[in-house]
């Protein structure tokens, strides 16, 4: 065992040493402006909670990252039935929209234009400064404009107007769905987004309807007719599907209250309707590259950057780093992937205009070769799972599996995970003195992990938790092994604790070898399938020989 450990272990130091230039070129966009979201319920009238719905989701507290572009309502009535599964959801949606003119109010709402028709470019100016950077903000004070330039800005940010629909199905109370001893909702959302298509054409229609002091009654008259006139066009870009809940226990400890207080049905609805509108965002943010931020490294030792709560950010939200590389035979510049780097704890309040002494974010590397001061930043959210498949080497050994869950974004803690456990293996024991052949064993467990980066390319990550594991044989009937009971007996259980630490050593940004060790403690006496104590052996290792102690393991790991 030791020099399979020794073998494994050279062999992670040989790959990962080869591992940490990330191998991945395509073309990033260098430029990133926030974009404005218009949050909307997909209203069916006689579905399940609809009236508590329509009231939470006017209540949404929007995500920094996003302009708040809501408008006078909230809900969209359904364009089809509830059930009816031969439809195009996405194009029936858009359909309503645009029936609705709701792109002509978004715009109305950029340009502030009032009943009568007038309109003003207070907002605009006001987005376009806050949605400035800091170079962008130290390059104005050089040109003439000053401010104006930046005030500019905004007539392009209109161009980054969104729509986001919700459909909150399923939705049920815990009582409807019979989750005995819980209070609190549960619901599949898919939400779909569209765009408000601003383009020059557009844009010189709006001005062509642009109302002037100096404009007499009939022509300010027919200006506004000409705007409301306009077909502001909406594209569908793409759709996004969670399941989120919201629930607590009803007989909880006072220790659990002190955590989380307990909550009202209503305020657990809001709760699960604001966790929908994150979700699916943070979801979206994955796949759609308007809503990626872009920006620059400031700082590479440590690795920091001038964005923060101003672009959504949280702990351990995932960027890649890419470096601009002159090719002198193509005369041409491309963009190499260089590292891929996470956000600390460590995150700047830049909730203001830039000034161009805005504070910094601090990162730390997971992946990739040393990066430097100016490498491109684009933001590439990940869902923050992890899996290991792998085998585990020792008194308790066999097949092996490990999905860890990234928590920083929730809790603030960087390379924080909870994780479930689980193996299985056959092997040989004697019982009551006589050899049994292939018992079958399968353990399952969860716990905490705190994950360390020791080089940009090799963590280590402690954890602690706990389980069970159960075994069985087709001989226990006949065995009759006295635990609890002189009935036959098809299967014996026990509770353990398990600590240890795994290291891990990238092949890809994505994809590491893991080796570690764990450490199994078996606790109580066993327990046959009915819960009873056994009278016969105190400890799981007296009925299973040795049954305890450190295993090895060794794996690969795949994050997503």
């Known amino acids: 065992m030791k020099n399979l450990l020794l073998f494994f272990?050279?062999?992670?130091?040989?790959?990962?040493?080869?591992?940490?230039?990330?191998?991945?070129?395509?073309?990033?966009?260098?430029?990133?402006?926030?974009?404005?979201?218009?949050?909307?319920?997909?209203?069916f009238p006689d579905g399940n909670h609809s009236a508590a719905l329509r009231e939470k989701i006017a209540n949404v507290a929007f995500a920094d990252?996003?302009?708040?572009?809501?408008?006078?309502?909230?809900?969209?009535?359904?364009?089809?039935?509830?059930?009816?599964?031969?439809?195009?959801?996405?194009?029936?949606?858009?359909?309503?929209?645009?029936?609705?003119?709701?792109?002509?109010?978004?715009?109305?709402?950029?340009?502030?234009?009032?009943?009568?028709?007038?309109?003003?470019?207070?907002?605009?100016?006001?987005?376009?400064?806050?949605?400035?950077?800091?170079?962008?903000s130290l390059l104005a004070k050089t040109t003439k404009r000053g401010n104006a330039e930046l005030e500019d800005y905004g007539n392009r940010l209109i161009n980054r107007s969104y729509i986001l629909v919700f459909d909150f199905q399923n939705l049920m109370t815990a009582a409807e769905a019979k989750i005995a001893g819980t209070r609190g909702w549960q619901s599949n959302v898919v939400s779909y987004l569209y765009k408000v298509d601003y383009s020059t054409d557009i844009q010189n229609k709006v001005y062509d309807a642009w109302i002037y002091d100096d404009d007499t009654p009939q022509v300010k008259a027919e200006k506004k007719s000409k705007f409301e006139m306009i077909q502001f066009p909406i594209s569908f870009v793409a759709s996004s599907a969670t399941s989120v809940s919201a629930q607590q226990l009803i007989n909880r400890s006072d220790f659990l209250k002190v955590l989380d207080p307990d909550k009202s049905e209503d305020q657990l609805l809001m709760q699960?309707?604001?966790?929908?509108?994150?979700?699916?965002l943070y979801s979206l943010d994955r796949k759609y590259e308007d809503f990626r931020v872009k920006t620059t490294i400031v700082q590479a030792n440590p690795i920091t950057a001038k964005i923060g709560k101003k672009e959504g950010i949280k702990t351990d939200f995932r960027f890649f780093a890419y470096e601009y590389v002159y090719d002198e035979r193509t005369k041409s510049t491309s963009q190499k992937l260089r590292g891929v780097i996470r956000s600390s704890s460590n995150i700047v309040d830049n909730r203001q205009n830039a000034t161009g002494k805005s504070g910094t974010t601090q990162f730390y590397q997971t992946a990739g070769q040393q990066l430097e001061t100016g490498y491109l930043l684009q933001q590439r959210n990940d869902i923050g799972g992890e899996l290991?498949?792998?085998?585990?080497?020792?008194?308790?050994?066999?097949?092996?599996?490990?999905?860890?869950?990234?928590?920083?974004?929730?809790?603030?803690?960087?390379?924080?995970?909870?994780?479930?456990?689980?193996?299985?293996?056959?092997?040989?024991?004697?019982?009551?003195?006589?050899?049994?052949?292939?018992?079958?064993?399968?353990?399952?467990?969860?716990?905490?992990?705190?994950?360390?980066?020791?080089?940009?390319?090799?963590?280590?990550?402690?954890?602690?938790?706990?389980?069970?594991?159960?075994?069985?044989?087709?001989?226990?009937?006949?065995?009759?092994?006295?635990?609890?009971?002189?009935?036959?007996?098809?299967?014996?259980?026990?509770?353990?604790?398990?600590?240890?630490?795994?290291?891990?050593?990238?092949?890809?940004?994505?994809?590491?070898?893991?080796g570690g060790i764990g450490y199994y403690l078996f606790l109580g006496k066993p327990q046959n399938g009915n819960g009873k104590e056994s009278t016969t052996f105190n400890k799981w290792e007296n009925l299973f020989d040795k049954r305890n102690g450190p295993s090895i393991l060794a794996g690969i790991k795949f994050g997503f």
């Open 9 to 43: 272990l050279s062999f992670l130091f040989v790959v990962g040493a080869n591992s940490q230039n990330v191998k991945q070129t395509f073309k990033v966009p260098s430029t990133y402006d926030r974009s404005s979201i218009t949050a909307i319920l997909l209203d």
């Open 388 to 514: 290991i498949l792998g085998y585990e080497v020792g008194n308790i050994g066999g097949v092996y599996g490990r999905f860890d869950i990234r928590l920083g974004r929730y809790v603030g803690i960087p390379g924080l995970f909870v994780y479930l456990e689980g193996g299985a293996e056959s092997k040989d024991y004697n019982i009551y003195m006589v050899p049994r052949k292939g018992i079958s064993f399968i353990h399952y467990g969860l716990g905490i992990a705190k994950g360390f980066m020791l080089t940009r390319n090799v963590e280590l990550r402690p954890y602690a938790g706990a389980g069970q594991e159960t075994a069985s044989h087709n001989d226990f009937k006949t065995l009759a092994l006295n635990i609890g009971t002189s009935d036959a007996l098809e299967g014996v259980k026990s509770l353990y604790a398990k600590g240890g630490a795994n290291i891990s050593i990238n092949i890809q940004h994505n994809i590491q070898f893991v």
């Open 65 to 136: 990252k996003y302009y708040n572009n809501n408008i006078g309502y909230f809900a969209l009535s359904a364009p089809f039935g509830r059930f009816d599964l031969t439809i195009k959801a996405a194009d029936l949606i858009k359909k309503a929209i645009d029936d609705k003119k709701m792109a002509n109010e978004i715009v109305s709402k950029w340009y502030g234009r009032k009943s009568d028709g007038t309109m003003s470019l207070e907002l605009i100016h006001e987005r376009g400064v806050f949605n400035a950077t800091d170079n962008a």
């Open 272 to 280: 699960l309707v604001q966790k929908a509108y994150d979700e699916n």
